[in-house]
Nanobody, 119 residues
Framework: QVQLVESGGGLVQAGGSLRLSCAASGRTFSSYTMGWFRQAPGKEREFVASIRRIDGIASYADSVKGRFTISRDNAKNTVYLQMNSLKPEDTAVYYC????????????WGQGTQVTVSS
């Protein structure tokens, strides 16, 4: 069993930065690909970024490439999402997830953290 707890969300102006953290409990954190998803009001949840467990290879949605960076610290059981050059369209609830490399099969979700970008 893995429990995921996100933090770091908040209100920021367009062009600003935020760093999200996701702390995981359980000894099997390093067994999973970790990812971030987001859901804006009235929209479906969408993939943002993921990082593989073994080689640390990261993947990003086209909408955040070059602005967001995902990283993980297996010793601290934590995954991060550094978000730079934020845009109003990045406003959403951001969820941490643990699953398989494709991020299609998600085994665990966090409770979400709100990110609001003002114009």
């Amino acid at each position: 069993q893995v429990q995921l707890v996100e933090s770091g969300g908040g209100l920021v102006q367009a062009g600003g930065s935020l760093r999200l953290s996701c702390a995981a409990s359980g000894r099997t954190f390093s067994s999973y690909t970790m990812g971030w998803f987001r859901q804006a009001p009235g929209k479906e949840r969408e993939f943002v970024a993921s990082i593989r467990r073994i080689d640390g290879i990261a993947s990003y949605a086209d909408s955040v490439k070059g602005r967001f960076t995902i990283s993980r610290d297996n010793a601290k059981n934590t995954v991060y999402l550094q978000m730079n050059s934020l845009k109003p369209e990045d406003t959403a609830v951001y969820y941490c997830a643990a699953g398989l490399a494709t991020m299609v099969d998600i085994f665990y979700w966090g409770q979400g953290t709100q990110v609001t970008v003002s114009s």
